[in-house]
């Protein structure tokens, strides 16, 4: 019996040593939690830039529309029939009557009969993704990619 004693006291672990591991295991949960909280900001920091960035984008493009808006409401003020009326008479011109108009004939002159048009504006920008690709790829796809087959790009640039 004393011998099954000393064996049992050998093998059990002095209270203060329990306190330590108990200590020591909420400390890693501890920093743990504090590691998922820091990629957490991290994240959450680069994504609010990144919509901030988009907004003030937006309103740029905004202000460039009404800009544009303004601009074309300035050229057709500018071609209205009253402005060039006025600008016709200052530059000397005067008002033709009916009676006075006169018509040439030219031999071989034939009328087109449909009015060519021109394209409507394309837009200048390059057409570009919106989410970068690391964002759509998958775990198991990166996974696969890195781990269980590293030399795909590898074999990919040496075919032709």
Do not use: C, H
């Amino acid at each position: 019996m004393y011998r099954v004693q000393n064996i049992t006291q050998a093998y059990t672990q002095a209270p203060w040593r329990k306190q330590l591991q108990w200590i020591g295991l909420f400390m890693l949960v501890l920093i743990i939690l504090a590691m998922v909280a820091g990629i957490y900001l991290s994240v959450s920091a680069q994504a609010s830039t990144a919509g901030r960035e988009i907004q003030i984008m937006y309103s740029e493009m905004e202000e460039i529309r009404r800009n544009i808006e303004d601009m074309e409401s300035q050229i057709a003020f500018l071609l209205s029939n009253s402005v060039m009326e006025k600008r016709a008479e200052e530059l000397g011109f005067v008002q033709v009557a009916s009676d006075e108009i006169f018509y040439i004939y030219v031999p071989g002159y034939v009328k087109p009969n449909q009015v060519e048009l021109a394209e409507p504006p394309k837009s200048t920008l390059p057409e570009i993704s919106t989410i970068s690709p690391e964002y759509t790829q998958s775990l198991f796809d990166w996974l696969r990619e890195r781990v269980f087959d590293p030399a795909s790009p590898l074999i990919q640039e040496v075919e032709p």
